[in-house]
Each structure stands twice: as structure tokens, then as C-alpha cells.
């Protein structure tokens, strides 16, 4: 599930929970995308926070839903309708942002991070490529170099 709620009356907060790790099942996708569209539709609301529950911002896909038929709204379009929302999302990284738990991050506006974070694209371990844009976004984030070890490894 996420969570929304509002602080100071401008901020729209989007709190991603799931535990352990806030992983992104069908049900955290969606509620994504409806609180998105909730905080874009209220004027009050003049940027958006994503953040995960319990000090850890997104583990990424969540394996329970691996070999299942596909449910709730893709991780791409979702991470594009945040990339393209005309209010600032700012993506607040505590604990891990792993896989595409990192993949929604690069799609915020923003990121800040704990200093203590971890942040990686784990499923190159598997022999899998990140799907969800990581690869394009995060070299023009970090430069090349320093990307493309963070993707290979």
C-alpha cells in the first residue's frame, strides 16, 4: 500500500508501505498511482515526498509476486507519470533503494539520501538488466563512470 497524507498543508507526502522492505507489489503500485493523481489534483498541494515506512525507502519488486500473471499498473508508466508531474516529487532515500525501489527514485525530481543508504540495481546479480529506465537515468545523473559500475555490480 502507500500512504498519503499532507504536512504543512502544501507538502503531499506518499509513504510506500510493505515490510520488510516496502517492496513494490501490485498493491504499492497502485497506491502509488492514486495517490499521485490525489496530490497533483489537490491545489493545496504544492510538491509531493515520496518515502518508505520503517527506514527503508523501496526494495524494489517484490519476489512473492515472481512467476504470477502481472497485476496492478506497471512499474514503467507509473515511474513516468511521476517523472512527468508538473509538481516537484522529491524521492526521501532511508535504508535501501535497491532494484527498482532505485528505479522509482531516479524517476522523482529530486532525491535525497541518508548518508547510511544503500542504493543498487541488485538484479544484475541474476543476469537480469534493470528495466525500469535505471540504466538511462542514472548515467545523467552520476556520470558514466561511476553508473556504470554501480549497474554492473
Known amino acids: 500500500m502507500a500512504f498519503y497524507s499532507r504536512v ?5 507526502v506518499i509513504t510506500l508501505q510493505n515490510p520488510p522492505v516496502n517492496a513494490l507489489s501490485a498493491a504499492v503500485r497502485q497506491g502509488i498511482v492514486d495517490t499521485m493523481h490525489r496530490a497533483l489534483s489537490e ?3 504544492k510538491s509531493v515526498v515520496i518515502c518508505g515506512q520503517n527506514g527503508k525507502f523501496c526494495g524494489g519488486a517484490d519476489i512473492r509476486e515472481f512467476g504470477a500473471n502481472m497485476r496492478g499498473p506497471p512499474l514503467v508508466p507509473m515511474i513516468h507519470l511521476i517523472e512527468a508531474a508538473e509538481k516537484p516529487v522529491v524521492a526521501a532515500i532511508e535504508g535501501v533503494a535497491l532494484g527498482g525501489g532505485l528505479e522509482l527514485a531516479l524517476g522523482c525530481h529530486y532525491r535525497i539520501a ?12 541474476l543476469g537480469l538488466l534493470p528495466g ?11 556520470g558514466v563512470p561511476a ?5 554492473t555490480t
Open 147 to 151: 553508473a556504470l559500475e554501480l549497474i
Open 43 to 45: 491545489p493545496e498541494v
Open 8 to 12: 504543512s498543508g502544501s507538502v503531499g
Open 132 to 142: 525500469a529506465g535505471g540504466t538511462q537515468r542514472l548515467p545523467r545523473l552520476i
Open 114 to 125: 541518508h548518508s547510511k543508504a544503500r542504493l543498487g540495481l541488485p538484479e544484475v546479480t
